[in-house]
């Protein structure tokens, strides 16, 4: 019998396997509690549950449109880009070919 205890004296191990099966019993009534209560009050925890969802799409179609937005910035910001450098490779283009007949 010393052995299955661990060495332990069967006073001391009796001590500690009551305290171990009051501990379970507590958490057994705690955990009972607790579906009892989540039953009375399905509604309410079910509201905030969906209340939360709702805020959650919100932000996410905020962050969708401010993304949006920032694509469409970059966007035009890349355009304005393209143009300054279009213009300024034509007129490189016509300074080369352009003769310039009032100073002959």
């Known amino acids: 019998m010393a052995n299955e205890n661990h060495g332990l004296p069967p006073e001391v191990h009796i001590d500690h396997w009551n305290e171990a ?3 379970y019993m507590v958490v057994i009534v705690v955990s009972l ?3 009892v209560y989540l039953r009375k009050n399905r509604g309410r925890i079910a509201r905030m549950l969906v209340m939360r969802k709702q805020e ?3 932000q996410a ?3 969708q449109e401010e993304l949006k937005q920032v694509r469409f910035r970059q966007q035009l910001d890349m355009y304005y880009k393209a143009r ?3 213009q300024a490779k ?3 283009e016509r300074g080369d ?3 310039d007949m ?3």
């Open 21 to 23: 099966t009051n501990i």
């Open 33 to 35: 509690w607790f579906f």
């Open 56 to 58: 959650t799409e919100e």
């Open 61 to 63: 179609n905020r962050r």
């Open 84 to 86: 300054k450098w279009d």
């Open 90 to 92: 034509q007129k490189q």
């Open 97 to 99: 070919h352009h003769i």
């Open 102 to 104: 009032v100073n002959m």
